[in-house]
T-cell receptor, first 115, second 113 residues
Framework: QKEVEQNSGPLSVPEGAIASLNCTYS??????FFWYRQYSGKSPELIMSIYSNGDKEDGRFTAQLNKASQYVSLLIRDSQPSDSATYLCAVNIPLTTGANSKLTFGKGITLSVRP | DTGVSQDPRHKITKRGQNVTFRCDPISEHNRLYWYRQTLGQGPEFLTYFQNEAQLEKSRLLSDRFSAERPKGSFSTLEIQRTEQGDSAMYLC???????????FGQGTRLTVV
């Protein structure tokens, strides 16, 4: 099992719809979770961070975390064509050596918002 | 601009040559990460530093790769005897402490011909 999995995609939604992006992770000891947006040819840009169970909202973005199910998701409301990008889920996976962790990424989900 | 800075932005090199990339993290950040990304994949972890100490190195990283962070400030990533398979985007990120948000530089795109 991969440490961070993003299996769905690519995803295409019409403008104004809600886009739902999902991610699962393998290590129950993980403490922090992030969503990055990456436009083609550019570097990843942090858009959301979440540390505790439940929902966290920031503008049109909502991150959801369920540690019991080892599941984190990102909802994008009122999707816009400018939201078309690859969305990367990242999780701090604890290391077996000492009290450190490694920021580990999924392969990403490509979102296309149709005008 | 006080974000993460990487240099150069692009590098074309012949197979067998050595290359070195530089990363300047956000000034108060003590964690620095190096990742490699190829088309259609997420960033692949290479190594990270906490201050000047290299705490973890990917098992996938061959002996041709080495990274340093002298004095806990900027970092360099060197690839010796480059191969065509080394062609990728090399990304640097920094964060304040463990488990906090990490921010990326613009990346260095390496092409080995």
């Amino acid at each position: 099992q991969k440490e961070v999995e993003q299996n769905s995609g690519p995803l295409s939604v019409p403008e104004g719809a809600i886009a739902s992006l999902n991610c699962t992770y393998s290590d129950r000891g993980s403490q922090s979770f992030f969503w990055y947006r990456q436009y083609s040819g550019k570097s990843p840009e942090l858009i959301m961070s979440i540390y505790s169970n439940g929902d966290k909202e920031d503008g049109r973005f909502t991150a959801q975390l369920n540690k019991a199910s080892q599941y984190v998701s990102l909802l994008i409301r009122d999707s816009q064509p400018s939201d078309s990008a690859t969305y990367l889920c990242a999780v701090n996976i604890p290391l077996t050596t000492g009290a450190n962790s490694k920021l580990t990424f999924g392969k990403g989900i490509t979102l296309s918002v149709r005008p | 601009d006080t974000g993460v800075s990487q240099d150069p932005r692009h590098k074309i090199t012949k197979r067998g040559q050595n290359v070195t990339f530089r990363c300047d993290p956000i000034s108060e950040h003590n964690r620095l990460y190096w990742y490699r990304q190829t088309l259609g994949q997420g960033p692949e972890f290479l190594t990270y530093f906490q201050n000047e100490a290299q705490l973890e190195k990917s098992r996938l990283l061959s002996d041709r790769f080495s990274a340093e962070r002298p004095k806990g400030s900027f970092s360099t990533l060197e690839i010796q005897r480059t191969e065509q398979g080394d062609s990728a985007m090399y990304l640097c990120a920094s964060s304040y402490i463990m488990n906090t948000e990490a921010f990326f530089g613009q990346g260095t795109r390496l092409t080995v011909v």
